[in-house]
């Protein structure tokens, strides 16, 4: 490594690929906090983003990429708050105003100035318009972005911030419906549904069944504490009903957001039950009474989560409830990693570690 300057994994062009490239060492002024990366997760949104058309995305380039960071604070700016100097953290990664109604009960992730932002190219959060953490260094805009994650390693620290909170949050969004003798889906098993799978087992009582295209991630989902597993077949519908008890599901996750799991998702489905769509996988639903979707149905779009839940959420892990399955690339190995998670050879999460 160099002295002056430090690596980065920077979007230069829309299309990609993303090039390592030197940038100039990052100084920390006002509020920012300058933290040395341990390690960066790799999501499947970093694809999208790299893929987007020109203009289709309200960012500029080249920026770096990586959302999802664990690290160490090596340096303030003269104003700034949270933890201090040598303390190891993990990032909270939507980044909004910071001074609306929901930034200041810790929803960045709901900003209410994001369609401003968004008009003024400001970017989402770390990797997504502004400078992300797949780089020796990371920028951050104010501590009170930062959460302490104690002696919790850096790959399982990283995955938290986005694959770990946006499981939680769509958790969170549905936990409401279940109790005993309920059942809740959970479509797609890679980064973010393994890990809905523990959150759900940990936070509720109800049954957990699985969904997956590919056999090794249904055996994850089973490690992960899921009652039953399948992978998807013309009667998957009625096989799903069938473990319910024939009254189908209060509430399904679908982290794929195809057109074939929203099919599924409606049609295993309990009347009154929780649709929450994740995934952005491109699939449609058209909503109308009466329609394919059960009467009663409520659904929601979870997107990231907050503050306080990325805290709940590094809770879950410090205490061992939570333990994210991860496949390690040196940060040199970046364009590797990223063809990798393109053709589905990660299981778990991939996560970027300096070299
Ligand atoms: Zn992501
Ligand atoms: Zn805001």
Not at 71 to 97: D, F, H, K, N, S
Not at 236 to 261: C, H, K, M, W, Y
Not at 317 to 322: D, K, N, P, V
Request: aromatic share 4%; charged share 20%; glycine share 14%.
């Amino acid at each position: 490594m160099s002295t002056g300057g430090t690596r980065a994994v920077r979007l230069t062009r829309w299309g990609g690929p993303p090039v390592i490239t030197e940038v100039p060492r990052p100084v920390p002024t006002g509020e920012e906090v300058l933290i040395r990366v341990e390690a960066a997760g790799l999501c499947r949104s970093d694809l999208h983003v790299i893929d987007a058309r020109p203009g289709s995305l309200p960012y500029r380039t080249p920026f770096t990429l990586g959302h999802e960071v664990a690290g160490r604070v090596v340096e303030q700016g003269p104003l700034a708050t949270g933890p201090a100097v040598g303390e190891r953290v993990v990032v909270y990664g939507p980044w909004g105003c910071g001074s609306c109604a929901r930034c200041a009960a810790g929803a960045e992730n709901y900003c209410d100035r994001r369609p401003a932002l968004d008009a003024d190219l400001t970017g989402t959060g770390a990797g997504l318009g502004r400078d992300g953490g797949m780089a020796d260094l990371l920028l951050v805009p104010s501590g009170r972005l930062l959460v302490p994650v104690g002696e919790l390693a850096a790959v399982q620290a990283a995955p938290l911030s986005d694959a770990g909170l946006t499981a939680y949050h769509a958790v969170a969004t549905v936990r409401h419906a279940t109790g005993d003798g309920t059942s809740v889906v959970v479509l797609g098993v890679g980064g973010l549904g393994h890990l809905a799978v523990q959150i759900l087992r940990a936070t509720t009582t109800a049954q957990v069944l699985a969904v997956d295209v590919r056999e090794e991630a249904l055996a994850l989902a089973e490690r992960c504490g899921a009652h039953f597993g399948t992978l998807p077949r013309p009667d998957s519908a009625a096989v799903l009903r069938d473990r319910t008890g024939g009254v189908g599901a209060v509430a399904v996750l679908d982290f794929v957001g195809s057109r074939s799991t929203l099919e599924l998702a409606t049609g295993v489905l309990r009347a009154g039950g929780e649709l929450a769509v994740v995934g952005s996988g491109g699939g449609e639903l058209s909503v109308r009474k009466p329609g394919v979707l059960p009467p009663g149905t409520r659904i929601s779009l979870p997107f990231w989560g907050t503050l306080p839940e990325l805290e709940r959420v590094v809770a879950l892990a410090r205490e061992g409830t939570l333990k994210v399955e991860v496949e390690r690339f040196a940060l040199s190995r970046a364009p590797e990693a990223i063809e990798g998670l393109r053709s589905g050879g990660v299981r778990g999460r991939a996560v970027l570690v300096p070299d």
